[in-house]
């Protein structure tokens, strides 16, 4: 098996240690004294391993406490050395902090059961309180260092897990920020579309018959129907572009638009499309009773304002119209159109309308269909259909 490259530092401390025992040994400081091994060499052999576990601390712990504990062992049939013994100590912090995570369990353990073994079994043999002394120096070279290792892992570790939760937690931060750019980019192009895009639409129509019919009274009537979408237009734009500026405290704040303005929107629709032959109604069979939430109104308000204005843009001549209802906990839009081969002038598409009502559908958890059907009297109708919960009325509960 080939052992791992050393780390410097760890070459380093045990070039350190070998060199203070070598001197201590020089001058013959020893820790005790007439051993098995009384010759004075004998006790480089054990300083000599230990430095070589020591500068594998960290690159292999296991193998550097394997190793430091056979030359602590041997230390003890020689004169020893102080050097052989720190080194030790570090060996076996080392092999806790740097080892395994079972390792790290389990040698504190390991450490305490040896230095009770070790008290244990010099009491019986000698009978005094030398024996003790022995214990406690047993556990400061052995089952202090393993603590002290095992706290600082576990501090290691908690920190890891703090810088690992802040990193996550900015993490999330940032894709939750992403989110809302994305989610309000949405919001502005469903507004902007919804709010310019009926007035456009009929300036693009009008303008077109102006433009293809020649006559003077057909031409002046086209006119003013631009002129008046493009004041409400560009009115519609300032307020959204007020919106979207940071104007502080002073901002007033805007109407959010609710169902009790689609009696005008119809108004406007059924001035928009008479010249193309269209006509407009509104049926709404809402009981009277507390308002409907504020999105469900805005999204509701909306989707009709879409559905009038691809009405305008693609409906051949017939009747268009408007029907609302609110049963069972939702409020039911239901839009209906003239579907067909449209003679004539008429305004391009972009499919961005039906994407913008499926996405405020989606938002309030409701239901959208939008497709040519089978009218009442068998002429193919185009019809969007949404369902918006609101929960249920106090009355639909009883």
Same mark, same amino acid.
């Given at each position: ?7 410097r ?7 350190a ?10 001058? @013959?400081?020893y820790?005790?004294?007439?051993r ?7 006790a480089?052999v054990?300083? /000599?391993?230990?430095?070589v576990a020591?500068a ?11 190793l ?8 003890q ?8 013994v720190?080194?030790?100590t570090?060996?076996?912090y080392?092999a806790?902090?740097?080892g395994t995570p079972?390792?790290a369990?389990?040698i504190?353990?390991t450490?305490?059961l ?5 008290t244990a079994a010099?009491?019986v ?13 047993t556990?400061?070279?052995s ?11 576990n501090?290691r570790?908690a ?5 690992l939760r802040?990193e ?5 931060a940032?894709?939750d920020r992403a989110q ?11 507004? %902007?579309h ?14 077109t018959a102006?433009?293809s ?6 031409t002046r009537q086209?006119?003013s129907?631009?002129?008046?979408n493009?004041?409400a237009g ?10 979207l ?8 704040p805007?109407a959010?638009?609710t ?5 005008? %929107?119809v108004g ?6 008479t010249?193309?032959g269209?006509r407009?109604t ?8 507390p308002?409907l939430?504020a999105?469900?109104? %805005?999204?509701?308000?909306?989707i ?5 204005t691809?009405a ?5 001549p017939g009747?268009?119209?408007?029907a609302?209802a609110?049963?069972?906990?939702a409020?039911r839009?239901?839009?209906t ?9 008429r305004?391009?598409? /972009?499919?961005a @309308?039906?994407?913008?009502?499926r ?5 309030l958890?409701?239901?959208l269909e939008a497709?040519?059907v089978?009218?009442?009297g ?5 019809r ?9 009325s ?5």
């Amino acid at each position: 098996m080939t052992l791992p490259r050393p780390h410097r530092h760890d070459v380093l401390i045990a070039l350190a240690g070998l060199s203070v025992g070598v001197l201590l040994w020089s001058y @013959g400081l020893y820790t005790t004294g007439d051993r098995v091994f009384d010759q004075r060499w004998a006790a480089l052999v054990p300083l /000599s391993a230990m430095a070589v576990a020591e500068a594998l601390r960290r690159a292999a712990p296991q193998t550097a406490l394997l190793l430091g504990t056979l030359a602590i062992v041997g230390d003890q049939f020689t004169n020893g050395n102080l050097a052989t013994v720190l080194m030790f100590t570090d060996v076996v912090y080392a092999a806790v902090v740097y080892g395994t995570p079972a390792q790290a369990r389990r040698i504190p353990y390991t450490t305490a059961l040896v230095t009770v073994a070790a008290t244990a079994a010099f009491l019986v043999w000698w009978q005094n309180a030398i024996a003790l002394l022995v214990g406690v120096i047993t556990g400061m070279v052995s089952f202090l260092p393993a603590v002290t290792g095992s706290i600082v892992r576990n501090h290691r570790e908690a920190a890891e897990a703090a810088r690992l939760r802040a990193e996550q937690t900015a993490l999330l931060a940032e894709m939750d920020r992403a989110q809302a750019v994305v989610a309000e980019r949405a919001r502005m192009a469903r507004e %902007l579309h919804d709010m310019v895009a009926n007035h456009l639409s009929a300036i693009a129509i009008h303008s077109t018959a102006a433009l293809s019919l020649d006559d003077p009274g057909t031409t002046r009537q086209a006119l003013s129907v631009i002129r008046e979408n493009s004041v409400a237009g560009l009115a519609e734009m300032r307020r959204l572009i007020g919106l979207l500026r940071d104007s502080g405290a002073e901002a007033e704040p805007a109407a959010t638009a609710t169902l009790a303005g689609l009696d005008a %929107l119809v108004g406007q629709a059924r001035a928009n499309g008479t010249a193309g032959g269209l006509r407009f109604t509104l049926d709404d069979a809402r009981r009277e009773g507390p308002g409907l939430p504020a999105p469900v109104e %805005l999204a509701a308000y909306r989707i009709v304002q879409e559905s009038l204005t691809n009405a305008l843009k693609h409906a051949v001549p017939g009747e268009v119209r408007v029907a609302l209802a609110h049963r069972d906990g939702a409020l039911r839009v239901t839009v209906t159109s003239p579907y067909g081969q449209r003679p004539g002038p008429r305004a391009p598409g /972009s499919g961005a @309308g039906l994407v913008g009502m499926r996405e405020r559908v989606a938002l309030l958890g409701g239901s959208l269909e939008a497709g040519p059907v089978t009218g009442d009297g068998g002429a193919e109708v185009w019809r969007v259909r949404a369902e918006l919960p609101v929960g249920a009325s106090e009355e639909e509960r009883a």
